[in-house]
């Protein structure tokens, strides 16, 4: 099964929880055992893993890359975003999480991001489910 | 079929080689051809593969990220740990490998690592498998 | 079905685009739905997805890397080259696409690349495919 989420970030870089919209799909497809992947069709945004309950840590997430990689007028690409390219290579564009019993199996603290990197943009979400 | 593999972590930074609890988990489940999915339920921590032969390269990787997301004190987040969180979020919580005739396909080099980045901790690691 | 992909690397670090190259073996084996995994069997090299129109991102991309991790004479591991291991964990060995209808679904801007941290060298790249 392949469905895609429709996400719609409001800043240039943030963290959008979609762990309820994943689980969701789960929900509606009725798997009980097996492998969720979510995939990203974007090369200015990812997806990643982290801690759900403090947004601070978001807010340091997105801090720490910023410094790591800054929004630099010298790169060549004449966007002007390179930037956000890389970041999204850091961060990945797929990820995996097994399902159990029905639910995400995910640990008491982690969330799924969407992570915008050049936004605010509409985006979307691919959640592939393979029985097993 | 999903298990877990329990990890003590010993220092604050730690790579340690689960290689062989992972081919266990293959061995006892008698695959032989599918793939190997690894997920680490918490978010300090993530999942790599790098070289396992000489652990100079650890030491060298381990240093590397501390020097771009160092342990500073101004985070915004309290508990003072958001550089684990955003290391985390650079190696990533889930990997695959093949498995072919019963085997992880891994590279000559390379062994498959916990990247422990806020211990010592005890942490588990999730090692789903799906023949085909 | 495990098959490998043969790259030959020109530079010591650069992207080379293998979407071709991994549409070709689900065309071949002719798979209409499921999950592509690729996967590097190298520990100073990775698979990445981003944008494949514009090669100045790459550009862009393999400046921002070396600006983050460079190739210091002062690591340990007696090889030098663990700045080329450390982008290898930070861009990730392995990475999921949907196959949909007998194609990858990427993103319109979106291909595959392999990440070369220490070439020239040859190269392998597994793909793997799973109906469901």
Redesign the interface.
Known sequence: M?KYLNVKTTQRTELINITSQVQKEITEADME???C?V?????TAGV????GA?P??Q???LA??SR??PKDPQ?????GN??A??K???????????V?EGKL??????AIFF?EFDGPRHRRV?V?L???
Chains 1, 2, 3 share one sequence.
């Not at 995939?39 to 090369?43: C, E, M, N, W, Y």
């Not at 999204?88 to 097994?98: D, E, K, Q, T």
């Not at 199996?105 to 982690?110: D, E, S």
């Open positions: 392949l055992q097996g492998a992947y995939f990203v069709p974007h090369t990643t893993i982290n801690e403090d601070s840590v807010t340091d997430m720490i890359f790591l990689v790169y060549r690409h004449a966007e390179s930037d390219h890389a999204s290579s850091m961060v990945g564009a797929s990820l995996f999480v097994p159990h199996i995910l640990g008491t603290w982690q992570a691919a592939k393979i029985s097993g």
